[in-house]
């Protein structure tokens, strides 16, 4: 109980220079099953405390068999991210510091913080010099964000007041989504009240949003115009024609919103940003910060080109809160959350440790390796890269085996990689059919990962030819 602060972050250090020290021997997998876990953490709530260190050491012993190695360079699952060291250190330090970064005056250096890296972010990206932006906990949030600024401004022209009103007796809203779009995308839309107002618009084979579906129905009604379109989509890092389906939308009165999770970070680059040509016209942006900027799980960013409707959609009061002076900046006006961790400080040290172009060479790189690792897999035998290459997404299809649909073979090959320890990536159903999909997103990831994980996949993909072979408790 008695343990002092300097001491257990002593101790956490020994745990996590440890855990480094150990990180390019471990298998890229989960070492325990959820019943060891258990057993390891579970049990009833002590009656009486304990000394904090030894606290800290059963929570390694414990949970460490339990993690999934996905900050390590041959992690090619979902969309993560690893975390630069800075941005490690940094959230040590905030947690010390314990900052809640809901007012100015709470804490004004995350304040200013906020403000700084709002700018230095927005200048990256290329979008409108007077865009706002709140600082979430990931996208998920950032398209609530995004969507809530979206929902005040299109009601308002059409004479509807919607956070004073709400949606009874208003005006019938259209929302048209792209199919292919994120699951927080409909999320959002539902605890917005929006749901019921969704129309699905068509994609091609890639997920982009196809035009001639988008046309045939933003003429159906005339009711307050909402458009989700996607920079970066999960499975194959297509983008939507955003130029046209801007262009469109706004001459119709209409708002459009951008999940560009990760998608987003490519507008840092001169040579990538052409492929996301129309981003800067949307009206509200949604990305993560924790993925390919790789810094710690959570912080998003919520964009909005329309500072006025981002404020009057999120913007809260209570008498005992301390209101800033109009020259600062209150973070808890621009995200539906209020007391939170001073995420912006993070930001700021990451994105001065790497300067612009630390974060250009990061993405082009994770592009790079992405194309290089979609070559060695589309020149193998029994499997076709399916997605055009154009960001740092990887899809994957199996070919069928005599006994074996392209289903199972796909989902023989996804178990035994995640098994396999050397390399892990993560299933998808895209367009209807299932695929194995790689990310990369890593700062730590180089061509010697990139290569293990195509000589791996190339390896366990072989091993089916020879019905029998692949058993995937045998798996090395
Ligand atoms: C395209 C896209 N949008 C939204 C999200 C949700 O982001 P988060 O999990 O950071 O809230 C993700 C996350 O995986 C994503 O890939």
Known sequence: MTTA???LLRRVTDHATEYEARAASRPVSVAASTDVLRAALGGPLPAHGQDAAEVLDELVRGAEPGLLPSAAPGFFGFVMGGAHPVAVATEWLLSVWDQCAALHATSPAASVAEEVTAAWLVDLFGLPTTTSVGVTSGCATANLTGLA??????????????????LVGAPVPRVLVSRACHATVLRA???LGLAGQ?????????GRMRLDAFARVLDDGDGPLIVCAQAGNVDTGAVDPLAEVCALTHARGGWVHLDAAFGMWAAASPRLRPRLAGLADADSWATDAHKWLNVPYD???????????HRAALRTHAEYLTVAAPQHRDPVDWTPEMSRRARAVVLWTTLRHLGRDGVVDLVERCCALARRLAGRLAAADGMSVVNDVVLNQVLVRFDPEPD????????????ALQADGRAWASPTVADGEPALRFSVCNW????????????????????LRHPGALVLEEAP
Request: hydrophobic fraction near 40%.
């Open 299 to 309: 912080c998003g960013l919520a964009f909005c080109a329309d500072p006025k409707a």
């Open 444 to 463: 730590q990831t180089g061509t010697d990962e990139v290569d293990t994980c195509a000589d791996v996949v190339v390896e366990l993909r072989a091993r």
């Open 189 to 191: 839309l539902r605890l």
């Open 149 to 166: 600024a979206a929902r005040h401004r299109v009601f308002a022209r059409h004479g509807w007041d919607v956070e004073a009103q709400g």
């Open 404 to 415: 074996r649909s392209r289903a199972e073979v796909t989902a023989a090959v996804t178990a």
């Open 198 to 206: 969704i129309r699905m618009i068509d994609t091609d084979d890639q």
């Open 5 to 7: 602060l300097p001491d």
